[in-house]
């Protein structure tokens, strides 16, 4: 993993992108922007990746699992209950 700063970036850009290596981008020291080579990764492996980040952020379990449902539902809406059966609607 490589740390440079905007500047040095924006300047080299297409360098970082063929050395196929993790570059996180500063802004005066601190970390704004993470670049990741994409890899034919599984699901998991995309999420705990995800994880790892999160943790090295100092983002608590709680935090990413509360986090983690709010993006769910902007992304799928909100959880619907399984409807009941027509024999069961009956009988209610």
């Known amino acids: 993993m490589r740390f ?3 500047r040095e970036f924006r300047m080299k850009a297409t360098q970082f992108l063929k050395a196929n ?3 996180v981008i500063t802004r005066y020291g601190k970390p ?4 990741i ?4 990764d599984t699901l998991l492996g995309a999420i705990e990746q ?6 090295e952020a100092g983002i608590t379990e709680a935090e ?5 449902e709010q993006a769910r539902r902007k992304v799928y809406g909100p959880r619907r209950q399984p409807s009941r059966s027509p024999a069961k609607k009956r009988a209610a």
């Open 50 to 55: 995800m994880g790892n980040l999160l943790r």
């Open 21 to 23: 290596e993790e570059v």
């Open 64 to 68: 990413a699992v509360l986090a983690l």
């Open 37 to 40: 080579p994409e890899k034919a």
């Open 4 to 6: 440079v700063n905007v």
């Open 32 to 35: 704004v922007a993470r670049l």
